[in-house]
């Protein structure tokens, strides 16, 4: 979705995955993560973790971490292309289970030297959390505190936060637990980035957190150029975008595929209270056509919402510009 940072070291949780992945047999794990797939995400009370051991989180790391880890860093670095000059210094990742969007801040800011707690309820997704981290090379990574904490109603959250994240936790929530959580991360946070699966329904959740974050006093830095209402009317369509993913051998195996990547599409909001945020370009909502002779962009724009524009060869410059383009970039470049 968006270049590399050039403060990014690109140090992601795979390789260690792989290490602790040789104890686990094949068959074991495939049959595992099937299993899990059917039934962990949005169907299980979260006071009964379907996780029950170290070979179930295990499994589910290794399909899930590193997509999940792929969303959140296009996410963060379209955050700090908005806000290239701010750093947290202390972070709050809610329902964090094994660390993903733990490992994506540490990649984002990788010269900074913010404090982790992670959240979560699951008590053997945060022993593999903590055991991951510390084969990190990131110093946020391996101090990060790992903190047992049912998320909903009654959750507190330290005053002053700099960054919260709340990535893939909120579709497992009732609806009240997914307001209290989203109210309490704006109490508490100066900026907090929100990530959901790419689906309507996903999309409807990072809307609806959207509109707290922005009744609390947050202004949207990414993906809308705006905080204003979405233009997208409700029903015909939702906005989401796609990170690419190398796929392991037991992504292979579990889905029968032969291709070395996946696609994971992904809904998010970053916003920020209390912060000077930058007038934004439009944004590209949706794969660039290209077409001989044209590029058709779909974007988001401050004044107009939703609106189409069409870049040619004439344009020159321009033109090839548009070609390289990738879904979820801003436009028009900058100068």
């Not at 990788?110 to 959240?119: F, Y």
């Not at 960054?163 to 609806?175: A, H, N, P, R």
């Not at 959580?181 to 996903?202: K, L, Q, Y």
Request: overall charge negative; hydrophobic content about 40%.
């Amino acid at each position: 979705m968006h270049a590399p940072h050039p403060h990014s070291t690109g140090e992601n949780p795979r390789a260690v995955l792989a290490e602790l992945l040789d104890g686990l047999p094949p068959r074991q794990a495939a049959q595992a993560v099937e299993r899990l797939i059917a039934n962990y995400r949005g169907r299980t009370p979260t006071h009964t973790p379907v996780l029950r051991d170290r070979s179930d989180v295990l499994a589910y790391a290794a399909y899930r971490m590193p997509a999940t880890f792929e969303a959140v860093r296009s996410a963060l670095e379209a955050f700090r292309d908005g806000l290239p000059d701010w750093e947290p210094v202390s972070h709050v990742d809610i329902g964090g289970g094994t660390g993903a969007a733990t490992w994506a801040v540490a990649a984002a800011w990788a010269e900074g030297r913010h404090r982790t707690t992670v959240l979560d309820w699951a008590e053997p997704a945060l022993a593999l959390g903590a055991e991951l981290a510390r084969g990190a090379g990131s110093e946020a990574l391996r101090t990060a505190e790992w903190r047992r904490q049912a998320i909903g109603p009654g959750l507190a959250l330290p005053d002053g936060t700099d960054l919260v994240t709340v990535s893939y936790v909120l579709g497992e929530l009732t609806e009240d637990a997914r307001r209290s959580v989203t109210d309490e991360a704006a109490r508490a946070a100066r900026a907090v980035v929100v990530i959901e699966p790419g689906t309507p329904d996903g999309y409807l959740r990072i809307i609806e957190a959207r509109d707290r974050l922005i009744a609390a006093g947050f202004r949207v830095v990414a993906p809308c150029p705006h905080s204003a209402a979405c233009p997208i009317e409700p029903g015909t369509d939702w906005c989401h975008f796609s990170a690419r993913v190398s796929r392991s051998s037991l992504h292979r195996q579990v889905k029968g595929g032969s291709l070395p990547y996946e696609d994971e599409k992904f809904s998010y909001v970053a916003a920020v209270r209390d912060l000077p945020v930058p007038a934004a370009p439009a944004r590209v909502v949706r794969k660039p056509q290209i077409r001989k002779g044209q590029v058709l962009l779909e974007l988001c724009t401050p004044e107009d919402g939703l609106t189409r524009e069409t870049v040619t060869k004439r344009h020159g410059a321009l033109y090839k510009i548009a070609r390289d383009t990738d879904w979820g970039d801003t436009w028009p470049p900058e100068e």
